[in-house]
């Protein structure tokens, strides 16, 4: 049982890497206030953590019941994660921020749906809850012996949810050490290693459904 649950944690700690979430975290946020990082940060965990433990609780029936595949899960997060990565690397995602803050009379509104949007996505899909860390779930669901140790794999998983929490509320003193020029860098490099990370989901997801 110990093994178990330490492979488990090894496991979904390297899928969903709660510390490499940090400095994406700081670049999606980037002109945020500390109260609004913080709501973002929170509704992500809560709303990834509760895509993980639906996976958690019902495993493969419930994407064989929306007659859904992981593989085509994994394509669709890494053409969504693309799109994400091409507004970082360009500056578009700041643009479009400039361009509501002219909307005075609509910004708080704006500002309110744009929290929850990020916080779904790419927070809790994919980064979060993607479809490796899902993938991993399921797998590891289906290899519990018994009732305990599969009830034990859920305080493995709130745990690393709980880490990500934390990466996302540490990541606001990062910013502070750090300059507009340094930010900028960090976009545009984070923007890069995401839009390589959707290739490879995208890929992933195509030789799976190849071979299978």
Wanted: charged content about 15%.
């Amino acid at each position: 049982m110990f093994d178990y649950y330490i492979n488990a944690f090894a496991t979904l700690f390297v899928t969903i890497d709660p510390v490499g979430l940090a400095p994406m975290f700081l670049a999606l946020t980037a002109g945020m206030s500390q109260a609004n990082r913080r709501r973002v940060a929170v509704r992500a965990t809560l709303t990834g953590g509760a895509i993980l433990a639906v996976f958690y609780l019902t495993g493969q029936t419930f994407l064989n019941v929306l007659g859904i595949s992981v593989s085509a899960f994994r394509i669709a997060g890494g053409i969504l994660l693309f799109l994400i990565a091409v507004e970082m690397v360009f500056g578009k995602r700041q643009a479009r921020k400039a361009q509501t803050a002219e909307k005075a009379a609509e910004t708080a509104e704006q500002e309110h749906r744009s929290i929850q949007e990020l916080a779904v996505f790419p927070l809790a899909i994919p980064l979060i809850a993607g479809p490796a860390a899902i993938s991993a779930i399921i797998l590891l669901s289906g290899e519990a012996p018994d009732t305990i140790t599969y009830a034990g794999l859920g305080l493995v998983i709130a745990t690393i949810v709980a880490a990500c929490l934390g990466s996302f509320l540490l990541a606001d003193k990062i910013e502070r050490r750090l300059g507009d020029t340094a930010q900028l860098i960090i976009t545009r490099l984070l923007g890069v290693i995401l839009a390589a990370l959707s290739v490879q989901f995208v890929a992933d997801g195509v030789l799976t459904l190849i071979r299978g």
